[in-house]
């Protein structure tokens, strides 16, 4: 069946290092991988999106990777922030669907 | 833009009673989404509309939940009767026509809490 797993359910960073997030996934062959960011009491909000024949995609402080070999990104927030801390929620879209599958999202904590 | 906007933001209902959430979609996005989340089962898709039109309703739990899209700017997810592991937050949230990418906006959500 169909899964997606990332890494930690918590990730704990001192501010100004780099966080890294993991999203891996099985028995799926996404055409795109999107990262949502979702603060407490608040719906998901879009970060990025990377096309399967994508392998780098940067946004600010932000990059995601994309690696379809190893059927895995990675997303990185440079120079973290407080602000930063939030849950993190890789997304998967096949083809011309319009649906989503999420996972369950890591929750990060940057530290003052 | 006001984004997603969705009614009530909390529900708290006894077992057994009807809930209707409400949700308004941003002007000119054609494509619309009803998920449910909980710490045990995270983010799941229920049900999502295009064109008004329900295409996929296979995450719809049970024949308790329904949705209704009666125009593109309203649409309505009815679980009759309600009962206490239906306790979620649910999201609405809606994406643009044209774009296969589907980036999609999400509304604040409705805690729904079924005694």
């Known amino acids: 069946s169909q899964k997606i797993e990332q890494n930690s359910e918590a990730l704990n960073i001192q501010e100004g290092k780099t966080a890294t997030l993991t999203c891996n996934y099985t028995n799926y062959s996404p055409a795109y991988l999107q990262w949502y960011r979702q603060d407490p009491g608040r719906g998901p909000v879009f970060l990025l999106l990377i096309r399967e024949n994508e392998k780098e995609k940067r946004k600010e402080r932000l990059k995601v990777t994309f690696d379809t070999t190893l059927k895995q990104s990675l997303f990185h927030i440079t120079a973290s922030q407080p602000a930063d801390s939030a849950t993190y929620l890789c997304?998967?879209?096949?083809?011309?669907?319009?649906?989503?599958?999420f996972g369950s999202g890591t929750q990060l904590t940057v530290l003052p | 833009d006001a984004g997603v906007i969705q009614s009530p933001r909390h529900e708290v209902t006894e077992m057994g009673q009807e809930v209707t959430l409400r949700c308004k979609p941003i002007s000119g996005h054609n494509s619309l989404f009803w998920y449910r989340q909980t710490m045990m089962r995270g983010l799941e898709l229920l049900i999502y509309f295009n064109n008004n039109v329900p295409i996929d309703d296979s995450g719809m739990p049970e024949d308790r939940f329904s949705a209704k899209m009666p125009n593109a700017s309203f649409s309505t997810l009815k679980i009759q009767p309600s009962e206490p592991r239906d306790s979620a937050v649910y999201f609405c949230?809606?994406?643009?026509?044209?774009?296969?990418?589907?980036?999609?906006?999400f509304g604040p959500g409705t805690r729904l809490t079924v005694l």
């Open positions: 997304a998967l879209q096949a083809g011309s669907a319009r649906q989503l599958t």
């Open positions: 949230a809606s994406s643009p026509q044209g774009r296969d990418s589907n980036e999609q906006f």
